[in-house]
T-cell receptor, first 114, second 111 residues
């Protein structure tokens, strides 16, 4: 286990459902990230939290809502998603800015919107 | 913003041969270039990285080279083994929190 845990591993939800993805890191890092990974596309940064404050929000639709209650936990709240939102959602963490140490990724949540 | 391009998108090599994956970037301020390996169904893992003050870095069978003038960097894997089969992502960063990733290269090592 690398120290970044994501739950659930798989999620199937209808377009009218509300669900949440959870990420927890046990590495003492102070920055956490949500990425979306779709087939044949680069990893897309969604949100960055540094010291529990959101520092990046890359034009993500409002049907995705992040929450970072403390430096160890990160959530992604989902509501009224579209089928094109189906993807692998990866959480990552880093210490003192990613450029010093790189990311540690979680295993991801495979989301299917039906 | 930064734009990272990665080639090839797929690569097949015979076991024991070398594999080379190339990335280019657009922002001359980028100064940190990690490479990630993602095996099927698993998380991306950092395998090697290079900073802009270094031209080459090697770790056993893996090496990365950086040409700042041309704005490109490459991953070299020698003596490939079946367990090297995975998707490899390059990335670039300019000291911010954000990485800009390439589209990935699916490497298959044929036994």
């Amino acid at each position: 286990e690398t120290g970044v845990t994501q739950t659930p591993r798989h999620l199937v939800m209808g377009m009218t459902n509300k669900k949440s993805l959870k990420c927890e890191q046990h590495l003492g890092h102070n920055a956490m990230y949500w990425y979306k990974q779709s087939a044949k596309k680069p990893l897309e940064l969604m949100f960055v939290y540094s010291l529990e404050e959101r520092v990046e929000n890359n034009s993500v639709p409002s049907r995705f809502s992040p929450e970072c209650p403390n430096s160890s936990h990160l959530f992604l709240h989902l509501h009224t998603l579209q089928p094109e939102d189906s993807a692998l959602y990866l959480c990552a963490s880093s210490q003192d800015g990613a450029t010093n140490y790189g990311y540690t990724f979680g295993s991801g949540t495979r989301l299917t919107v039906v | 913003g930064e734009n990272v391009e990665q080639h090839p998108s797929t690569l097949s090599v015979q076991e024991g041969d070398s594999a080379v994956i190339k990335c280019t970037y657009s922002d001359s301020a980028s100064n940190y270039f990690p490479w990630y390996k993602q095996e099927l169904g698993k998380r991306p893992q950092l395998i090697i990285d290079i900073r802009s003050n270094v031209g080459e870095k090697k770790d056993q069978r893996i090496a990365v080279t950086l040409n700042k003038t041309a704005k490109h960097f490459s991953l070299h894997i020698t003596e490939t083994q079946p367990e090297d089969s995975a998707v490899y992502f390059c990335a670039a960063s300019n000291s911010g929190n954000q990485f800009y990733f390439g589209t990935g290269t699916s490497l298959t090592v044929i036994p």
